[in-house]
């Protein structure tokens, strides 16, 4: 096949027979986020590569191996997001609402890009929702996003998604561990990936997720956070625990995760199913305190999750979840001659204006073709007007289901005449 008809690898075109997925998706999200008080940001698909190298971290998976970076015309770098976070928080600092009212609560939807090997549930272009909440330091604030995600799978009628929590502490009590990691590793340094060789002094947390078989195997038995937390970060997470029983979310402490950025402090939180795919993570998230201050801002704390897009579709079609049915063409207005066709045109534009799906044919087709293409794109209602209805200005509005047919007058008041029989046809 001709590279041009062929999506690049690891992309995916969404089609309208899906989108109803989607829609249903995006709209249970953000109508469970604005209840939380969230608002909604758009940030630019690209910004300038520092960011991330900042943001993210510059040892992580994410900016050493899997980044879409280019030189602008200008000779800038730029990368594009591999995820919403960075760029939020950029936004935010910029244009000052952190010096709004705080908790500033913010969600978006964006694509992210990451230069992976593609696998079911791992793409190189996906999508993601996320929330991001600044300002907000309390062990009830984790607990609430961590809700949040629950209550957007819950409003999905998701099931079996597992809740897994860690903290990973503040760089005060990590310090000490990471002496722990480098002892342990340092054991292993010739069999470790290049990567992990040298991120074995400059950042010896992000061996636990290297993707390397070898240096994930070592992982299993390496020295565990939880035991090197002080007294502030053990109290917090204690916290978020209570917190977490007091809302009835169920959990499991994986003091294994430590998610792949490296903005994480203190909680991490990941919502694991067994229905996507290799790809077990539907949702991730956590608490970064240094961010804000990291990118350029002043110091506060801020937390956050992003859900998988294409992950949800999955689990959601694994458990034959229910979507919002994908909209029907209302009526269509099929015309026996041209001068026949113009007036549809007319009555279909009428409907329109009142919200609902209306067509007349567009293509010069016959009267037998126009019918074949009502009946296809499955029309709830079909009308013919031809001379006589036009004379009379009266026509039969016909159930396309039921066969049923009731005369309708199509002169001025139309549109408001048959409003309650299309919208009540269901
Ligand atoms: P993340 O864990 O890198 O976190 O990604 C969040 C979610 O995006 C994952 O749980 C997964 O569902 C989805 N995802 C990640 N990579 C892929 C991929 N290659 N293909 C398909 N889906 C993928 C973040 O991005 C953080 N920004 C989350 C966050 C927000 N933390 C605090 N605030």
């Known amino acids: 096949m001709e590279i041009i008809t062929k999506a690049p690898r690891g ?15 995006e709209s249970a999200a953000a109508a469970v986020a604005q209840a939380y008080g969230c608002k ?14 900042r943001g993210v971290g510059s040892t992580t998976d994410v900016v050493q191996k899997e980044m879409y970076t280019f030189n602008d015309k ?50 190189r272009e996906f999508n993601q929702f996320g929330v991001e909440i600044f300002g907000a330091d309390s062990p009830v604030s984790d607990a609430e996003v961590i809700c949040m995600v629950n209550d957007i799978f819950v409003f999905l009628g998701l099931e079996g998604i597992r809740l897994e929590i860690n903290s990973i502490g503040c760089p005060k009590c990590r310090a000490e561990y990471q002496n722990a990691l480098r002892e342990y590793y340092g054991q292993f340094r010739d069999k470790l990936c290049d990567t992990c060789k040298d991120r074995l002094e400059k950042n010896p947390m992000r061996l636990l997720d290297c993707k390397s078989e070898i240096c994930h195997s070592f992982a299993e038995k390496a020295p565990v956070i939880l035991d ?31 998610r792949g950025l490296d903005y994480y402090t203190n909680t991490v939180f990941e919502f694991i199913s067994d229905n996507c795919g290799t790809q077990g993570t539907v949702c991730g998230g956590g608490r970064y305190n240094g961010l804000v201050e990291e990118i350029g801002g002043r110091s506060m704390p801020g937390l956050g999750f992003a859900m998988g897009l294409e992950r949800i579709i999955m689990v959601m079609d694994a458990q034959n979840a229910k979507y919002k049915p994908a909209k029907q063409c209302d009526l269509f207005i099929a015309g026996t001659d041209s001068d026949a066709t113009r007036y549809a045109a007319i009555l279909a534009h009428k409907l329109r204006e009142y919200g609902f799906w209306a067509e007349c044919d567009i293509v010069g087709r016959s009267l037998k073709a126009q019918m074949k293409y009502a009946d296809k794109i499955g029309a ?5 007007i031809g001379g006589d209805e036009m004379n009379s200005q009266k026509a039969e509005l016909k159930n396309m ?4 047919k009731i005369t309708v007058s199509i002169g001025e008041n139309f549109a408001a005449n048959i409003n309650s029989i299309l919208a009540f046809s269901e």
């Open 40 to 53: 909604e940001i758009r940030t630019p698909i690209f910004e300038h590569t520092e960011l991330f190298q």
């Open 401 to 404: 289901k039921t066969g049923e």
């Open 74 to 123: 200008k000779g800038r770098s730029i990368t594009l997001k591999p995820e919403g976070t960075a760029g939020a928080v950029r936004a935010a600092i910029e244009n000052g609402l952190l010096n709004e009212a705080l908790p500033l609560k913010l969600y978006y939807f964006t694509r992210c890009f990451r230069y992976e090997a593609p696998q079911s549930g791992r793409m």
């Open 228 to 258: 090197y937390l002080c007294s502030d970060c053990s109290d917090h997470f204690e916290g978020v625990k209570t917190a977490l029983k007091a809302l009835n979310i169920n959990y499991t402490i994986n003091p294994r995760i430590v």
């Open 11 to 25: 992309t995916s075109d969404k089609l309208p027979s899906d989108i109803n997925k989607w829609q249903t998706i």
């Open 380 to 384: 709830n209602f079909s009308m013919v």
